[in-house]
C-alpha cells in the first residue's frame, strides 16, 4: 500500500515546477505525511479519551484541521464540493495554514512538547507546490494511508528511510543526511545501550542513530514506566540545518516517537567549557560532517581551534559525555594521521582523557559519493587509553550504489569486537607503541601480506627499453614478410 502511494507521490512531484530534486520530494512529502500522520494519532486519542470518560482537546482543530482543509468528507465519502483546489488551494496552505500551525512554537508549553515540534517545523518549512492541482493530487493519495497499527508503521518508517537513502545519494550535500544504516545498527550492538542511559546526537541530520537506537532498545516486555523513559528521557539532539532538522523530526516520529527532543541549533555555538553536568549524557552516537570550516568565533568555542568542523564536533562530543560515558563516532580516516597541530593535539588529548578502545577502518565506498575513507572510534570517557583494538572491514567486494554494506558485512566485526579477539583482519596496538610526538594511529595491518617492493628507476627503464628492442625485432619480421 505504502510503496504504490510513495511512488504515486513521486510522479506528481516531477510535475511539479517547485520541487526539483529528491531533496525537494522528501521535504514536501514529510510536511503532508506529518499532519496526516498528525491526525490519525489524534483521533487514535479522543478514541481513547472517550472509552475512559473523558474530553480530549485536539492540537488542531477548525479549517486547519486534516478532514476539514486536506480531506473532507461527507457520508464517508471524498467531498470534491468541499476541497479546495488550485490557487485557492495554494493561497490557503501559504497565507493561512502555515502561519497557524508556526505559531505554536510560541504557545507551547515547553520545547519537549509536540505542539513546540510543530511549530518549529512550520517555522522553518516553505511550502514548495506551485500547483494547487498537483497538490491536491498528493493530499488525495496521503489521505488513503492508514497509520494504525505498529505494522503499517513500520513499512511507512522503512519506505522513508528509503527515500532518505535516495536523498542521500542526490545533489546539493545530500550525502550529510544519510549513514548507511548496517553501519549504525553495528556501532549500537557494540554500544549496547540499556533503558535509563540518555544517547545524544549533536550532529543528527535525518536521525538515523536515534531511530536505530530506540528500535534497539524498544522491546516487548518493556514496563509502562520504561516505555515512558525511552519517549521522553533518552534520546537528545542538535541540527543545525533546517532541511534536516524537519526530516530528523519526521523520521523519529514515524519510527514511534512522539515529540523527539532535537533542537534546530548549531551545536558548535556551544563553548565547550561551559558544558555542565546536567548537560552530559551517557552515550553518544554520530557522524558529524566533515570538511566544512567554521567562523573564527565559532572555533574561538573550543581548546583545541580547527578549521575541520568534524574536530570540532568531535571535542564536543568528548565533553558531552559523562564519566563513563561510551560514545561511537565515525570521522575521516586521515585523523589518525595527519600532521597538523590541531590533529596531533586532539588525538593526544583523546588517549590521555578518554580509553579508545576500538577502532573501525571502513573500506572506500561506504558512503555513497562521498569520496572519503572513514573510521569509527569507540571510546569510553574517565580513563587513559592502554589498548587499541583494530578491525579492518573487508567485505571482499568493492562498495558502491548498486552493492551496498549490508548488516552481513558488520557480523564478524560485532562477534569479534566483543572479546577484542585477534585475527587476519584485527589487531591490537600497545598505547606504549605510540609515538608521544606524533600520536600517529594510522591502520597498518600487521596481518596483511606485505607489498611487493617498488622497483628502481634504473630496473624500470632497463625493462621499457627490452621491451621496445623485443617490439622493434618483432616489426622488423613482420618487415620482412610483407
Known sequence: MFENAFNKIDNALRAEAGTASELDYVEQTSWVLFLKY????EADRADLATLEGKDYNRIID?????GVWAAPKKDGAFDHNAAKTGDDLIRFVNNDLFPYLAGFREEAAGPDTIEYKIGEIFTELTNRFRSGYILRDVLEIVDELRFNTQAEKHELSDLYEQRIKRMGNAGRNGGEY??????????IRVIDPKIG???YDGAVGSAGFLCEAYTYMNR???TAQQFETLQRRTFYGQEKKSLAYIIGIMNMVLHGIAAPNIAHTNSLNEDVRDIQEKDRHDIVLANPPFGGGERREVQQNFPIRSGETA????????RKLKAGGRAAIVIKNTFLSNTDNASVSLRKELLTTCNLHTILDMPGGTFQGAGVKTVVLFFEKGA????????QLDPGRSLGKTNALNDDDMAEFVALQKKFAKGPKSWVLDIKDVDEETFDLSVRNP???EAEALRSPEEIIDDILARDAETAEILERIRGML
Open 447 to 449: 596481518n596483511a601480506p
Open 38 to 41: 498528525l491526525d490519525d494519532l
Open 384 to 391: 587513559p587509553t592502554r589498548r587499541i583494538w583494530y578491525y
Open 178 to 187: 544519510y549513514t548507511p544504516r548496517p553501519l549504525i545498527r553495528a556501532m
Open 62 to 66: 477548525g479549517r486547519h484541521r486534516w
Open 197 to 199: 542511559e540518555t544517547i
Open 220 to 222: 516487548d516486555d518493556l
Open 311 to 318: 574536530y570540532l564536533f568531535l571535542q564536543h562530543f568528548m
